[in-house]
């Protein structure tokens, strides 16, 4: 069984910078990062693989977010720079155990770009 608690959302400016953190317990395989604005289909935003941290990233973020993993602390995180409005939405952590698809869920957090 994972589980996921995602913090560090909140309220940026334009161009501005946050950094969201999974808490993931279970020892995940992979743990990924989606986000989903009202009206709006979720979007995968980047995912980690805990064997070599291998990455994978959305287009619309490449350059500017940037995931990352620390084992000790069994955390993912997600680096978010150059915030943009459309950025704005709820931001979840995803998990699984074995492969990169994802059957737990965190609760989310909120990221307002204004």
């Known amino acids: 069984h994972v589980q996921l608690v995602e913090s560090g959302g909140g309220s940026v400016q334009a161009g501005g910078s946050l950094r969201l953190s999974c808490a993931a317990s279970?020892?995940?395989?992979?743990v990924g990062w989606f986000r989903q604005a009202p009206g709006k289909e979720r979007e995968g935003v980047a995912a980690?693989?805990?064997?070599?941290?291998?990455?994978y990233y959305g287009d619309s973020v490449k350059g500017r977010f940037t995931i990352s993993q620390d084992n000790a602390k069994n955390t993912v995180y997600l680096q978010m720079n150059n915030l943009q409005s459309e950025d704005t939405a709820l931001y979840y952590c995803?998990?699984?155990?074995?492969?990169?698809?994802?059957?737990?869920w965190g609760q989310g957090t909120q990221v307002t770009v204004s």
């Open positions: 995803a998990a699984h155990r074995y492969y990169c698809g994802y059957n737990y």
């Open positions: 279970g020892y995940p395989y992979c």
């Open positions: 980690i693989r805990s064997d070599g941290g291998r990455t």
